[in-house]
C-alpha cells in the first residue's frame, strides 16, 4: 500500500494512543554512523543492545538495520529480537519512525510525518537525511499498515499524550524557525488536532539544557498515566535547567488537561551535569555537515527519557549519585511496571536517549 491516505485521522476516527496504554512490539534502529557514535557504534551497540533485551522481556522488540550490519546486529542482539533491513541515516526511530494511532475498533494506522534531522540545512544535525525520512512508509509497509503523509516536519519525541485528548510539547522545539517557518502556532496546533486527534495543548518552554534536538519534550516531561506527568528538575539555582524546569513547573501547575483535570505533577531530579571526555571525543569521527562532538561539552542527561512498554519502563542510567533515587521514585510512581535501569551513557554520547531510540506500535 505505497499510496497515503488522502484523509485526516481525527476525521477518520484514529488517535494517538498514550504510551502506557497496551502495545504489540517496539521499533528501533541500529547505530553505527561514526560522526555521532564513537568507534563506528561499538559501545553504542552493547547499549542498544541491552535495552532491547530488556524491552523483550515484555513485549516484541523489533531492531531495523541497514544490510552491511545485519550480522554484527545478529550476533550482538538477544536471540528474541527480530532484526529486519530497514535503510537508515541513524538510529533515532522515535524521531523518524512512524506515529502510529488507533480508532476505537482497535485498527491501526500510521502518521508518515516529514523528518530534516532535526533541523534541516541550517541547524541540522547531519545531512543526507532521506534514508530516514523513509523509514515511516518502509516500517508501515512491512506491518501491512496504512498510513498518511502529514505535510508538516515533526519528530516523535518533541509530543506526549495521555491518550485522552492531551498533548504536551515545547515552544522551543516546535516553534522553531528551523522545522515549520511558514507555520504559525495556530497552523501548528491545528496540524497536531487534524492529526493526532488531541484537543487540548499544553506548551512548555524550553527543552532541557544543551539538548540539540531544539529541547524535544520527552526529556523534559512526560505522562505516567491521565492527569500525572513526571518533570526533569534540579535544586541547583545555577544550573541553567533550574529556570528551565521551574518555568515548566509553573505552566504545568497553572494549566488542565483536555478533561478539566489538574495535573499532578511529579519531579525526577537530573542527574548531576554530563559532559563527553577526551577519550569520548577522540573517538567519534568529525564529518563535514555533521554536529561536532567536543570534550567538555555537556549533555542533555535526563531520567525522564525513559521508555514505557507492557508491564516495565526501562530508565536510562548514568553512574550518576541520583541513579538509584530515580529508579525508586519512578517504582514507586509506575507500582503496577517493572522499572529496569539500563546505563545509557553511550546513547546520550549520540545526542538522546533511550526513549529518543524506541518507538510503540499499539495492540490491535
Known amino acids: 500500500m505505497p499510496n497515503p491516505l488522502t484523509t485526516l485521522p481525527a476525521l477518520d476516527g484514529y488517535r494517538m494512543p498514550a504510551e502506557f496504554e497496551p502495545h504489540s512490539k517496539t521499533w528501533m534502529l541500529w547505530p553505527e554512523r561514526a ?46 529480537v527480530q532484526v529486519v533491513v530497514i535503510e537508515n541515516n541513524d538510529a533515532w526511530m522515535r524521531d523518524c519512525g512512524p506515529t502510529f494511532i488507533i ?72 516553534l522553531n524557525p528551523n522545522r515549520n517557518p511558514t507555520l504559525s502556532k495556530d497552523d501548528i ?8 486527534n488531541v484537543s487540548k495543548i499544553i506548551w512548555l518552554g524550553k527543552g532541557v539544557c544543551n539538548d540539540e534536538t531544539s529541547g524535544h519534550v520527552d526529556n523534559l516531561c512526560c505522562f505516567l498515566k491521565t492527569g500525572v506527568v513526571a518533570l526533569t528538575w534540579t535544586e541547583d539555582r545555577s544550573d541553567p535547567q533550574y529556570e528551565i524546569s521551574l518555568d515548566a513547573l509553573h505552566r504545568l501547575e497553572n494549566t488542565t488537561d483536555s478533561r478539566g483535570r489538574n495535573l ?13 571526555t577526551e577519550t569520548e571525543a577522540g573517538g567519534i569521527q568529525s564529518i563535514p555537515g555533521s554536529k561536532p562532538r567536543q570534550a567538555g561539552d555537556r549533555m542533555a542527561a535526563s531520567y525522564v527519557n525513559f521508555y514505557m512498554c507492557n508491564g516495565g519502563a526501562i530508565v536510562p542510567t548514568f553512574g550518576d549519585p541520583h541513579d538509584q533515587e530515580a529508579l525508586d521514585t519512578l517504582q514507586r510512581l509506575m507500582p503496577n511496571r517493572q522499572v529496569i535501569g539500563v546505563d545509557a551513557r553511550e546513547i546520550l554520547l549520540g545526542g538522546g536517549n533511550i526513549h529518543c531510540i524506541t518507538q510503540q506500535q499499539p495492540a490491535s
Not at 524491552?55 to 550490519?69: C, D, R
Not at 530534516?116 to 543526507?128: D, Q, T
Not at 499532578?264 to 563527553?276: A, S
Request: charged share 25%.
Open 189 to 196: 496546533e491545528r496540524m497536531l488536532k487534524n492529526y493526532l
Open 264 to 276: 499532578v505533577i511529579y519531579k525526577i531530579h537530573q542527574p548531576e551535569p554530563v559532559t563527553i
Open 35 to 80: 560522526d555521532t557514535w564513537r568507534e563506528a557504534g561499538k559501545p553504542a551497540q552493547s547499549a542498544f543492545a541491552k535495552v532491547a533485551r530488556a524491552i523483550s522481556q515484555f513485549e516484541p522488540a523489533i531492531m531495523g538495520v541497514n544490510p552491511g550490519q545485519y550480522e554484527n546486529a545478529r550476533r550482538t542482539l538477544a536471540p528474541q
Open 103 to 174: 480508532n476505537k475498533s482497535g485498527d491501526v494506522r500510521g502518521i508518515d510525518w516529514m523528518f530534516n534531522a532535526w533541523g534541516g540545512f541550517e541547524a541540522g544535525l547531519y545531512y543526507p537525511w532521506e534514508l530516514d525520512d523513509a523509514v515511516p512508509q518502509k516500517v508501515l509497509e512491512m506491518e501491512g499498515i496504512e498510513r498518511y503523509r502529514a505535510p508538516i516536519i515533526l519528530e516523535g519525541g518533541s509530543i506526549h499524550v495521555d491518550g485522552e485528548g492531551t498533548l504536551i510539547t515545547t515552544e522551543e522545539c516546535l
